[in-house]
């Protein structure tokens, strides 16, 4: 009987502790129990090892089936605990850094939160960035310097020099390049074990869905409304989680949107669409510098915190920072059950 005993031990030691993929634990544990019945088929009863491995065929058919059910409870409480959050990193037996990395990523490492399955996590993550602009700047940097596998990122526009006052990813020289070359050249400059992807066009209905559906998780920084609410719509249709902010003036904000169950999606919380060209952008009222850092930071924090399972979201609620007043505070929104976009109905 004890054997059995070891043998659950050693199942939850091996998922626990070492961290060994499910499928190979699962395959020991059948191997494991395939000798045993081998065992009882081929040596007589009163054998020393028929005797420590249950005594009877009808005892080890039993305690098999007992484990069965330890087995199926635990994966059961795994599954009721992960419910809602995104699973990043399908295979993460490789090793994938050199010494150098391990070296880069030193910081991230050693929190508890992350550690290296963590930071494997995000080597496995591929990110989408919607807008190369003031949120998009901080939110790239961030990613690439924190070591995200892959970045895409989508803008048709070319830098200006009006960017420049907040857009801190690009540099005098750059003026005139589109912004996703010079944003990529940027990432890889900075850390050059992140793969940049750039797509220098405009994100719209016809590439919605293809470009979302290559990636983990989408980031939305858009100063376009209409863009916005396409995102969310793509989001919402693939399943895929979407961190939007937005700044203006003075304020920003920030949401984590995951599409499932029963969290609201970007459209729950904000409902109506604005008219083309009512919605007013940064260039029309103005945005102080330091304030997409700011918020475009607070994105990819939240980003890292997703694909590594670290704390609480900010799914559901929406983070608003008020720079004037040094002031931020967190609403809590649910989902519209009348919501076109999300709602089951
Ligand atoms: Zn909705």
Not at 251 to 260: A, I, L, R
Request: hydrophobic share 45%; proline share 3%; charged share 15%.
């Amino acid at each position: 009987m004890i054997v059995f005993f070891l043998l659950g031990v050693t199942f939850l030691l091996l998922d626990r502790i070492f961290n060994v993929q499910r499928r190979n634990n699962l395959t020991f544990l059948s191997i494991a129990f395939g000798i045993i019945f081998l065992i009882h088929f081929t040596v007589s009863a009163d054998h020393i090892l028929v005797k420590s491995t249950g005594g009877s065929l009808s005892n080890l058919v039993i305690s098999f089936l007992l484990l069965l059910v330890i087995i199926g409870y635990v994966f059961l409480l795994k599954k009721a605990k992960n419910i809602g959050k995104v699973k990043f990193g399908k295979d993460l037996t490789k090793n994938l850094f050199n010494s150098e990395e391990l070296n880069r990523y030193a910081r991230h490492i050693v929190l508890k939160e992350i550690g290296g399955l963590g930071q494997k996590k995000l080597k496995s993550a591929k990110i989408l960035i919607i807008g190369a602009g003031g949120l998009g700047s901080p939110v790239l940097q961030y990613l690439g310097a924190g070591g995200i596998g892959t970045i895409g990122v989508v803008d048709s526009d070319l830098v200006d020099n009006s960017n420049l006052q907040r857009q801190i990813i690009y540099t005098d020289k750059m003026i005139g390049d589109p912004k996703v070359f010079a944003a990529s050249e940027a990432i890889r400059a900075q850390n050059p074990y992140t793969k940049v992807l750039t797509y220098n066009y405009l994100f719209n209905k016809q590439n919605a869905d293809d470009l979302i559906s290559n990636f983990d998780l989408i980031m939305d920084g858009t100063d376009n409304a209409q863009t916005r609410y396409l995102v969310n719509k793509t989001c919402v249709k693939l399943k895929k989680p979407l961190i939007s902010g937005a700044i203006s003036q003075w304020e920003g904000q920030v949401m984590v949107y995951t599409s499932t169950l029963d969290s609201p999606c970007y459209q729950c919380v904000f409902p109506n669409i604005p008219n083309t060209g009512l919605a007013a952008s940064c260039s029309e009222t103005g945005v102080v510098g330091a304030l997409p850092g700011v918020i475009g930071s607070i994105m990819a924090v939240e980003a890292i915190k997703l694909i590594v399972g670290a704390g609480e979201l900010l799914n559901g609620r929406l983070m608003i920072y008020d720079a004037l007043n040094a002031e931020t505070r967190t609403i809590k929104l649910n989902q519209d059950t009348n919501c076109p976009i999300c709602s089951k109905k």
